[in-house]
């Protein structure tokens, strides 16, 4: 498989699918139960349980990756979700970036950008206005 095809099935299996036995094919057996990726998640074990958090959240969710740039064993994307939200009522769509070094067809490393700001906004637990209001140095509070 490409680098792309590999990301592909990355977002179609894992996220869209909701098939998380699929880790096994797409990561590497170097990526043990404890590494952790970019510094926040550690795929085998806790990425099912976000998963399945998302799902509940947005309902199914769709990617699509819009630019794809390869170099050596890394590959960068550009991608968009977007699902019909709570209830299929609530659309929602976010973008973001991810990067991973891939070794015998299989991710070794990954870092990822996701803008959970502006789903947060959309799914309505942060206030619309809520990147702006922290720009101006305002603190968000909860009845």
Known sequence: MTKLEIMQSWFSRIWEDADVSALD???SPEVGADTV???????????PELVKIMHSLVGPMQFSIS???????????????TADGPGGVTPVRAGGMMMARIKDDRIVEMTTKFDGFTLFEQLGQLPSDALMACLTGQKLRWA
Request: include cysteine.
């Open 25 to 27: 094919d797409l990561l």
């Open 37 to 47: 990726f970019d510094g926040v998640i550690a795929p085998r074990s806790e990425l």
């Open 67 to 81: 630019r794809c740039l390869e170099d050596g064993d890394w590959c960068s994307i550009d991608y968009e979700m």
